[in-house]
């Protein structure tokens, strides 16, 4: 026991010890530094880190009243606390680092579309519609001001309530809940307005409708993911493709109804301003694996058929085309519809005539729906040729080419296949395989500048990229906080892929400018987009 408190004194007396050696020496470094700190050094440091910065900041002019002394001499220097200097001697910044700050337009203008303006419409021809396609402001015409919301404007309901329901105040438009009672599209009541799923031929609602075609074409097995519907209403038939797996576009036009579109919107839905005039759509060649109108008042069979054949060009190898309502079914609505059943019946064998001459087979007509199918490849269409002349094949045209294009009255021919029961173009992976596959215009090569290898390498970054944002964005991280995102310039698509698990839906812009057309490619993809002018 002895030993053991003599080993524990002599431990604890190190300790100490070392203890001391330790602030010593810390002493001795602080007095070594201090001195070294109050030495007269070579040269102001401070002046020469003012002159660095000399070219960034307001220059000033400086009289100083302090003459130098010399600091050798030993006499005291006076320091002159008072200011030399006042704001009115800055010298001001030039225009280009001034901000513009742009007032917000008058209230009246909440929901101005400057492309769409109905007043300046008027202006062009009605010959087709044309004067309801996009017609954009002269530059004496752009505003200099912020589009501000409506008048009690609202956050709107999340996905997939919003469906469903719509705050008033986002859309305060009653016009649709009367014109439109007796179809039940749209409901006021309180505050919002509610959407049943009904249509002009889906009395028994959308999902009903949806289902329906389900019975006469494939809508489960993936092999159906991209659609677009003409004439879309308040595009409940988009909406309820949705819960399917199935990306839709819907557009209508800016009429009488102001806001159809924007009714879309504000559910969730993709959709855009939009009419089938005398300009293309605003779509690549080969887009959609589905097209449909449902009693959308297109004259499908007049114009030697221009309307349908603009629907071929956009429809993929394969897609199919959907019509209800006039003239289909005629025999049993001709009276409800207010015309003979002569006239409707030439209408029908207008379209009839017209799919044919596209190479286009009759899928089935049960009911009030009729469905048409695109070929997978041209082969057998170019020798019918010789029985259909017309329309001819497009010659030396691009066929992805549609920002403000007029439509052709020929047919786009398809890629060339090595075998009649071939794809043309590629065939297409089943969703959600399709997502990350190398798209068949990449695996073609015939995307300039972009590989396979590539193509893998924008996916993985974006998945990195997006994961990144929703850490700097917590609102982005939060599930159903948004619902439609604009990327503005979308290259591959990668943006919108790494979002597809989340409640948001993408609109990706392939703009006019840019070098290579990649919008196909995003199609190609199981996503959607426009071409857009900045």
């Not at 200097?85 to 337009?105: G, M, R």
């Not at 893998?456 to 995102?485: M, P």
Request: proline share 7%; glycine share 6%.
């Amino acid at each position: 026991m002895a030993i053991l408190a003599k080993l524990s004194h002599s431990l604890t007396s190190i300790i100490k010890k070392t203890n001391l050696y330790y602030v010593a020496a810390t002493i001795v470094l602080c007095c070594t530094f201090y001195v070294i700190g109050l030495w007269p050094q070579g040269g102001d440091v401070t002046s020469r880190q003012l002159s660095s910065t000399a070219s960034i900041l307001p220059t000033l002019p400086c009289n100083p009243s302090i003459k130098n002394t010399n600091p050798n001499s030993g006499s005291s220097i006076s320091i002159d606390f008072t200011a030399h200097h006042t704001a009115d001697d800055l010298v001001p910044l030039s225009s280009s680092a001034s901000v513009n700050h742009y007032p917000s337009c008058n209230p009246e203008l909440s929901e101005y579309t400057p492309c769409e303006d109905s007043k300046r419409s008027l202006k062009f021809d009605r010959n087709m519609l044309a004067y309801r396609e996009r017609h954009c402001p002269e530059k004496n015409e752009l505003l200099k001001c912020r589009i501000p919301a409506p008048f009690g404007y609202k956050p709107p309901f999340r996905w997939p309530q919003s469906r469903d329901s719509v705050w008033y105040a986002n859309v305060p438009h009653k016009h649709l809940t009367v014109e439109k009672a007796g179809q039940n599209w749209v409901r006021f009541k309180g505050d919002r307005f509610t959407f049943p799923g009904g249509g002009t031929m889906f009395p028994r609602g959308a999902d009903a409708y949806i289902d329906d075609i389900g019975k006469l074409i494939k809508l489960k097995d993936g092999s159906i993911r991209t659609a677009i519907d003409t004439g879309c209403g308040v595009a409940s038939w988009g909406a309820y493709l949705l819960s399917r797996d199935i990306l839709p576009i819907s557009f209508a036009p800016k009429d009488t109804h102001e806001a159809q579109v924007q009714f879309a919107l504000e559910r969730g839905v993709p959709a855009l301003i939009g009419i089938l005039a005398t300009n293309r759509l605003p779509y690549p060649a080969r887009a959609f694996d589905m097209a449909h109108c449902s009693r959308c008042l297109i004259p499908w069979g007049k114009y030697d058929g221009l309307y349908l054949i603009e629907v071929d060009r956009i429809l993929r190898p394969g897609g199919y085309w959907i019509l209800s309502g006039p003239p289909v079914n005629w025999q049993g609505h001709w009276r409800g519809w207010n015309r003979t059943a002569d006239d409707l019946k030439a209408e029908q064998d207008q379209i009839e005539n017209v799919a044919r001459s596209l190479c286009w087979k009759k899928v089935t007509q049960r009911g009030d729906l009729a469905i048409w199918q695109k070929p997978t490849n041209h082969v057998h269409c170019k020798i019918n040729r010789k029985v259909f002349r017309n329309p001819p094949f497009c010659q030396e045209q691009d066929p992805d080419k549609a920002w403000y294009t007029k439509i052709d009255a020929c047919l786009s021919p398809l890629p060339e296949v090595s075998s009649v029961k071939d794809v043309a173009g590629g065939p297409l992976a089943n969703w959600p395989e399709r997502l990350t596959a190398v798209p068949p215009r990449i695996a073609s090569s015939s995307i300039e500048g972009v590989t396979a290898e590539g193509f893998s390498e924008d996916t993985e970054l974006w998945k990195k990229r997006v994961a990144h944002y929703k850490v700097l964005d917590s609102q982005l991280a939060e599930h159903g906080r948004y619902r439609n995102i604009l990327d503005m310039n979308a290259w591959l698509g990668g943006f919108a892929a790494a979002l597809v698990d989340d409640p948001v839906w993408v609109m990706n812009i392939v703009p006019t400018e840019a070098e290579v057309n990649t919008l196909g490619v995003i199609f190609e993809r199981g996503l959607i987009g426009t071409y857009q002018s900045w």
